[in-house]
């Protein structure tokens, strides 16, 4: 995936999970940049998909 504020490409598994101090952490499926901190939504399945159909390797 790719952090939409510093751009850093990175695997959703390098990532860190949201905070465990968010009110939401029960429910928030957010994913933390390992470069910034920026949190970014997971990537759709379908996105994912497509990456891997066309052969497109995650970091």
Known sequence: MRCGFCGHEFAESEGNVGCKNCPMSSGCKMVK???????????????????????????
């Open 33 to 59: 940049c390992p470069r910034c901190n920026y949190e970014n939504p997971p990537e759709p399945a379908l996105v994912k998909g497509l990456k891997k159909m066309f052969g497109k390797k995650d970091r």
